[in-house]
Structures are given as C-alpha cells and as structure tokens.
C-alpha cells in the first residue's frame, strides 16, 4: 500500500486499520533554519498518500502522464499544525475517507511522529476531483467508478462517510 524512497521504510497498512499510510523520515532539505519540518512539507506528505491512494483504486502513474490522462486534482486544502517536525523524526502520515461525491473525494490526514510514543503533529483535510482531459486538453470531471468508491469505502473514517453526490462539480 506505501511507495517509498530507497531512504523509507515499507510496510503495508496496519492489520486491521482503516486508513492507507505511508511512512517517512524528516530529512535536512525538509528543515528551516530553526530546525523544523517547513511547513509544506506537511502538504508534500499528505499529497503522497493521495497518491497512493489513487493507485489503489487503478489510477497508475502512466494513466496519469497519458494525453487523455486522469487524475485527482486538489481544488481544497486545510492544515492545523500542533506541534514541530524536527530532523530525523520518523513519521507516518495517514488518510481516511470521510466524504464521497459524485466525482469528488474528502480525505482527513493525520501526521504523527512515531517514537516509543506517537505524538500528533498535525491534521489536514483534502477535497479532491476525479478529472479527465478532453481532446482539447480541459479538464472534465467524471464521476467515481464502482471500483474507485469500493476501494474508497475501506478507508471510510470513523464514524461513516458524507454523501455529496448532490452537484454536477462533484
């Protein structure tokens, strides 16, 4: 389930878990003069899992690089940051599923800090868009097919997911 740099460890998700995952380590590019994981980075973590994600519902690399490509383009981000990121931390960043429209995806992210204890580093959310390229190369939004909302359906956080199936956009 996680693609990683020759630096990251693999594994696969938690037995059990409910979330799709990847895990890194906070490297000297990451940091800012103070130390600390810059703040985008955190985006750059969960935009990873997105994609591997989107890889499990049948979304490969080459159909997103195709000139009638697909993809899951982000059109909403959010982050709350609770405490630093700092060099060498090993991380794991997680997703859920907490909302399906009829082409969109909400995702909520957690990115913790794992150790003898995990510590809560930050939260995000995502609202992203299954689109794919007309002959004209516009982006057109087409609804989640039965594999895609299947696959998504595992991930489902706690508590359920919201229907939006409710505008043409999403």
Do not use: K, N
């Not at 490509?69 to 997703?95: H, K, M, N, T, Y």
Request: hydrophobic content about 40%; proline content about 5%; aromatic content about 6%.
């Amino acid at each position: 389930m996680a693609s990683h740099s020759s630096a990251e460890s693999q594994r696969p998700p938690t037995a059990g878990s409910r979330w799709v995952s990847t895990r890194t380590t906070v490297r000297w590019g990451d940091c800012d003069p103070a130390g600390i994981a810059f703040y985008p980075h955190f985006f750059e973590w969960m935009d990873q899992v997105s994609h591997l994600l989107a890889r499990e519902m049948g979304v490969s690399a080459d159909d997103m690089l195709a000139p009638s490509s697909i993809g899951f383009p982000l059109v909403g981000a959010q982050a709350e940051f609770l405490a630093p990121a700092r060099l060498d931390d090993e991380l794991e960043i997680r997703a859920w599923v907490t909302g399906l429209g009829r082409s969109s995806l909400e995702l909520r992210h957690e990115i913790v800090r794992l150790g003898d204890s995990e510590v809560l580093l930050a939260r995000g959310r995502e609202t992203r868009v299954l689109v794919q390229r007309d002959g004209g190369g516009e982006m057109r939004a087409r609804p989640l097919t039965a594999r895609m909302r299947s696959t998504l359906e595992r991930y489902a956080a706690p508590g359920g997911l919201s229907d939006r199936r409710d505008t043409a956009q999403t």
